[in-house]
């Protein structure tokens, strides 16, 4: 993991008066993937070094101080680094088999910039989802 994001992580703890543990590092390492992961997936990553109860703990922690955010797939969910410690994008969700594709679009934030604007609200944050059968369940 790079330091940057590792002193961030230290820093956002701090500020809401939580340390810096072994647990929520090796928490921290198996979210910070390109895919979003699931809990399951997480505890397979995890290999035995990581109980179920720390995991769901941290996991808790960090969804309250906002460095993971949830990406719900129907009834199920995924889970990712906030954009404090990655760039912000959007996705594409697969509703026939649970694929999620990153798109980092500059069109879509416009549009919602200029709808913010519209309607005269303060942006703070946004997530867009977008849900449909991927290329891989099309030709299937």
Known sequence: MDSPKLALLKQTLADNDASLTKPRIMVFELLDRPEPQTLSSLVRASKGHLDRASLYRTINLFEDLGIINR????????????????????????????????????????????????HHFVLRDHQLEIQGICQNCTQA
Do not use: P, V, W
């Not at 990655?86 to 879509?108: A, K, P, V, W, Y």
């Open 71 to 118: 990406i719900n797939t129907g009834f199920k969910y995924k889970l990712e680094l906030s954009d404090r410690f990655n760039r912000h994008h959007h996705h594409l969700t697969c509703i026939s088999c649970g694929r999620i594709i990153n798109t980092e679009d500059s069109q879509f934030e416009d549009l919602i910039m200029k709808q913010a604007d519209r």
